[in-house]
């Protein structure tokens, strides 16, 4: 068995790349001891790679954390009516299925507050993860010996990073975080989250040949300026954000964002800022910002009040129920010599467990009223949301938008549903024809099955050329007909 350690890890796998930041508390704030990555040509068998790479850097003393990365879950900005953590928490429970297209028990759901008003209401990030994804995560590092302590969300850390070490200047800035499988962009607004947007991508950002490089940087450019667009449209705002920094947990972001500079028209330079927030330097030289472990870092060592926690109930139920097995069995050894000894401290256990049983029943008759209100304020959001419940619900739109997409070559990269007033479709094409067909798509089916689409039409399509090929990106408007605005409902 190995020895414990006050050391935390930060462990994270994924794509062809395994990482793990080692961290120790020195003077009330992290310290990195080092960082340790392992690149692999293939994804390999994770359980075997994780366990050798644990043993091999003598880390399996350590208390370990994990992270999901953004783009394997879903996230919302939302403004809730309320300020309490339990109302909150109720309020993301029931809206996660207006989120996903799965059912509530297939989901798993937490939150943090972003910022509070005068008024009572919350600005909150609020994470919609499958149970799948995580038990696929808990399942891997099971078998590879490892119970981490807790699963935080990369978005939260990245925020902790910021909250503890924030840029030297600039009101509004974006950091993205290069990860492997995909890409992150969070934007920030006088120290607070306005937007954030995860990408699931294959494009290796520690290219090797100047093509691959261009390639990257080229896909990078096109979606930070589709994230930044979207920042200003939804906050209203007019430059938006005009710095953007670059981090990364496994390789040197200095070159990529030179050159991402001279794509665009940010001033784009590495995050150094955020390694401020921990002390010590990673030893291995590649130039790694990993802002996201030291995010986590700074939350594993009870430093920050941002992190999404996203460890199951059912996986916390287990663990205590294997700590009061292994209780129990040594309660049952001690009270078997005890009573061998004597035969008084039998008595006393008996006491004891009485004095525990009143103590439960003390505490169920405490909780039962705040059960009851909960369950009451159920009912309440439930009998709410039926009064405005009407057909033509978001989803039940999307999916007839769905209906009329060309099977191959054309896809939606964006879907806005605005209350009781119009849809924007955003996509990519191969075809020019198919998004025509698909605006006259829109407009028949608005005679029968869908009538909010009676009114759909083309508002532009743009030519670009992207790996030797033409792409059309396209954006459909679908106003709602006066007669049809109380038939649409989110």
Not at 37 to 55: G, M
Not at 170 to 192: I, K, S, T, Y
Not at 211 to 231: C, K, P, T
Not at 336 to 353: K, M
């Amino acid at each position: 068995m190995s020895r414990k350690s006050s050391h935390v890890t930060i462990l994270q796998f994924g794509g062809g790349v395994l990482s793990a930041l080692r961290a120790r508390q020195e003077n009330g704030a992290p310290h990195i001891d080092r960082i340790f990555t392992e690149r692999f040509d293939t994804p390999p068998a994770w359980p075997e790679a994780i366990k050798e790479f644990v043993d091999a850097n003598g880390l399996a003393g350590d208390q370990f954390y994990t992270v999901i990365p953004r783009h394997e879950i879903t996230a919302r900005i939302i403004d809730l009516p309320s300020q309490d953590p339990d109302e909150i928490a109720g309020m993301v429970a029931l809206n996660a299925e207006e989120f996903v297209p799965f059912a509530a028990d297939e989901l798993t759901t937490a939150f943090t507050v972003l910022d509070r008003t005068a008024v009572g209401t919350s600005k909150v990030l609020a994470a919609v993860v499958h149970q799948d994804v995580l038990h696929a995560h808990l399942d891997t590092l099971r078998e590879a010996g490892i119970a981490p302590r807790q699963v935080f969300l990369s978005t939260a850390c990245l925020m902790e990073a910021v909250a503890a070490s924030p840029p030297p200047e600039g009101d509004c800035f974006a950091v993205v975080n290069l990860a492997q499988g995909g890409l992150e962009v969070v934007v920030f607004n006088q120290g607070v989250v306005e937007y954030a947007r995860g990408i699931a991508t294959d494009t290796p950002w520690s290219a090797e040949t100047a093509q691959a490089r261009d390639e990257a940087v080229a896909e990078l450019s096109h979606e930070i300026g589709n994230s930044l667009s979207a920042h200003r449209r939804e906050s209203f705002m007019g430059a938006g954000a005009t710095e953007v920094y670059l981090c990364s947990d496994t390789g040197n972001v200095e070159a990529i964002a030179e050159a991402l500079g001279a794509e665009t028209d940010y001033e784009c330079k590495p995050a150094a800022f955020g390694l401020n927030a921990v002390h010590g330097e990673a030893k291995e030289g590649d130039g790694a910002i990993p802002l996201v472990a030291v995010g986590a870092a700074v939350e594993a060592f009870g430093k920050g009040t941002l992190a999404i926690h996203l460890l199951p109930e059912t996986e916390l139920g287990r663990r205590a129920a294997a700590t009061l097995k292994q209780s129990a069995i040594r309660v049952a050894v001690l009270v078997t010599v005890a009573a061998i000894a004597l035969t008084g401290f039998y008595a006393q256990s008996v006491w004891q467990r009485t004095s525990y049983l009143d103590e439960l029943r003390q505490q169920a008759n405490v909780l039962r009223p705040r059960v009851r209100g909960l369950i009451e304020k159920r009912k309440h959001l439930e009998l709410l949301q039926a009064q405005v419940e009407q057909k033509g619900t978001a989803l039940e739109l999307l999916a007839g938008v769905a209906e009329l997409l060309p099977s191959t070559g054309t896809n939606i990269t964006r879907y806005d549903f605005f209350h009781e007033d119009h849809i924007d479709l955003y996509g990519r094409s191969k075809l020019q024809n198919d998004v025509f067909e698909l605006a006259k798509g829109l407009q028949e089916a608005g005679l029968d099955a869908y009538p909010q689409f009676a009114r759909a039409q083309r508002m532009y399509i743009n030519d670009s050329l992207e790996r030797h090929a033409d792409i059309y990106t396209f954006y459909i408007s679908i106003p709602f007909a006066p007669d049809e605005e109380e038939g649409a409902n989110e």
